[in-house]
C-alpha cells in the first residue's frame, strides 16, 4: 500500500478523531479530587499568569499572539513596501503569496496563502553552481520539502525549500532584531535578505515554494547560487 | 495617538482574556488530563505532578490555544499530557507506551475508505512520540517550530521523529 502524503493526511486526521473519541469527554470523565498540595500549585500558576509573568517559549509562532501587538507595526510595514517597493507587492500576486506580516522587536514573523493545488507534486531544486570546496554536509528530503547545507570549513549555505499549498496553514518566523531587511524581486518572485552580523538570512517565494536558508558567503555569492538553482523535473 | 489608545485597549484585552482563557483550559481539562496522564503512570501523586507542570507547559503556548472546548484544543491539551506523563516516566522508570486498543473505539462507525481506516489504525499502532508527531502535522495542521513547542524538544527531533515514524508506518503496511 502507497502512503502519499494525502493519504497520511487523510488517516492522520481519521487516527486523530478515533483517539479522541476513545478519552472520555467532559461529562463522563471520572472527576479527581485533587490533593491541597495540587491546588495551591495550580493557585500559583494562576496567578503567575495573572500577573503576567510566564514568558512564551522563545522557539513558538503563535500568530495571534504576535497579532495583537504587531498588527499596526505590520500594516505600516505594509505600506512602506508599497511605496518604495511596487515591485515587491506585484510579484506577491505570484501563486505563493505572503499574506500577512507581523513584527514585533526581536522577531518578524510571516504567515502566508497559496493557492497552489494540493495535487501538486514537490518537484526539489537542483543547484547549479556552489563556491569552490563548498561539499554537501546535510541532507533531507521528503513528499513536501528538503533541507541541504553545505559546508566548506567555516563557510556555509543552507537551503531549505518547502511547498506550500491551498491547504496549509503556513507561518514562519527569523530574527530580525538589529537586521537590516532589504526586498527586492528577483527572477520574478520576492526575495527577502535579511542581514545580521556576518550571516544573511534569505526568503524567497519562488513559484509554489518557500525557499529559507541561510549563509555566511556574501550577497553576492549568494545570488549568485541562487540564480543557479532550477527545479529538477 | 489613536495607535496607541488601539494598542494599549488590545494589550488590556489580550491580558484579560488570556487569563480567563487559561482558568477556562484548567476546568475544562484538568480531569481529563490527569485521566490520561494516571493512565500512563498507574501513580496518582505522578499524575497530578504531570498535570500541574503539563499546565506551566499550557501557559507558556497560550498562543497556540484557540476555542477552550474545541477539539483541536482538547488534542492540544491530551499530548502535552501524555508527553508530560512520559518525560516523567522516564524519571520514574515505568512503561508507558502503551498504543490505543482497538477494543476503546469499537463504538465508532467508520465511513471513510478501507485504506484510510488501515492507515489510521496503523498510526495508532505507532509507539507514541511518533504518532504525536504525525498526529499534530498531518491533522492539526500544525508546523514543525509548533510541535517542537508542544513536544517540548528541538526542531530536529521533530523532524526525525516525522521521518522514522513514517518510515515505520510504511513498513507496517507493507505487511499487510
Known amino acids: 500500500m502507497k502512503l502519499t502524503e494525502e493519504t497520511l493526511r487523510r488517516a492522520a486526521v481519521l487516527a486523530d478523531a478515533m483517539e479522541l473519541a476513545s478519552l472520555p469527554d467532559k461529562d463522563t470523565c471520572p472527576r479527581h479530587c485533587f490533593s491541597r498540595q495540587f491546588e495551591q500549585e495550580m493557585e500559583k500558576l494562576l496567578g503567575r499568569v495573572e500577573r503576567g509573568e510566564i514568558t512564551p517559549y522563545a522557539v513558538h509562532l503563535g500568530w495571534p499572539y504576535y497579532a495583537r501587538r504587531g498588527a499596526a507595526a505590520a500594516l505600516i510595514c505594509f505600506l512602506l513596501t508599497c511605496l518604495a517597493a511596487p515591485e515587491a507587492v506585484q510579484a506577491g500576486c505570484a501563486k505563493l503569496m505572503e499574506a500577512v506580516r507581523y513584527v514585533v522587536t526581536e522577531y518578524t514573523e510571516y504567515r502566508y496563502h497559496s493557492t497552489v493545488s494540493e495535487d501538486t507534486a514537490f518537484v526539489p531544486l537542483e543547484i547549479g553552481y556552489l563556491p569552490e570546496g563548498m561539499e554537501l554536509a546535510e541532507k533531507y528530503e521528503d513528499e513536501s520539502e528538503m533541507h541541504l547545507l553545505y559546508r566548506n570549513g567555516m563557510q556555509y549555505f543552507i537551503l531549505d525549500q518547502r511547498i506550500v499549498t491551498e491547504n496549509d496553514r503556513f507561518t514562519f518566523g ?24 556576518d550571516r544573511i538570512s534569505y526568503i524567497w517565494l519562488y513559484d509554489s515554494y518557500h525557499i529559507f536558508g541561510k549563509c555566511n558567503l556574501g550577497q553576492e555569492e549568494l545570488e549568485k547560487i541562487l540564480e543557479s538553482l532550477v527545479l529538477k523535473y | ?88 516516566y522516564h524519571k520514574a522508570q515505568k512503561e508507558y507506551n502503551r498504543t490505543v486498543r482497538m477494543e476503546d473505539v469499537e463504538s465508532m462507525v467508520y465511513t471513510s475508505e478501507e485504506s484510510d481506516r488501515m492507515i489510521a489504525e496503523a498510526i495508532l499502532e505507532l509507539p507514541l512520540p511518533y504518532r504525536q508527531a504525525i498526529v499534530l502535522k498531518y491533522s492539526q495542521g500544525y508546523n514543525n517550530r509548533e510541535i517542537a513547542a508542544i513536544l517540548d524538544c528541538s526542531v530536529a527531533k521533530v523532524e526525525k521523529l516525522l521521518a522514522r515514524g513514517k518510515k515505520q508506518l510504511a513498513k507496517q503496511l507493507e505487511e499487510v
Open chain 1, 174 to 197: 527569523v530574527d530580525t532584531e538589529n537586521a537590516n531587511i532589504e526586498t527586492k524581486l528577483f527572477r520574478g518572485a520576492t526575495l527577502e535578505l535579511i542581514y545580521k552580523e
Open chain 2, 1 to 88: 495617538m489613536g495607535l496607541r489608545i488601539l494598542t494599549v485597549c488590545l494589550a488590556l484585552i489580550e491580558d484579560v482574556s488570556e487569563k480567563e482563557k487559561f482558568e477556562r483550559l484548567y476546568w475544562q481539562y484538568k480531569d481529563l488530563m490527569f485521566y490520561c496522564a494516571h493512565k500512563r503512570l498507574h501513580d496518582v501523586q505522578l499524575a497530578e505532578d504531570a498535570v500541574n507542570i503539563s499546565f506551566l507547559h499550557a501557559a507558556k503556548n497560550m498562543s497556540m490555544v484557540g476555542e477552550v472546548a474545541s477539539a483541536r484544543t482538547k488534542r492540544l491539551m491530551v499530548t502535552i499530557a501524555e508527553r508530560t506523563a512520559i518525560n516523567l
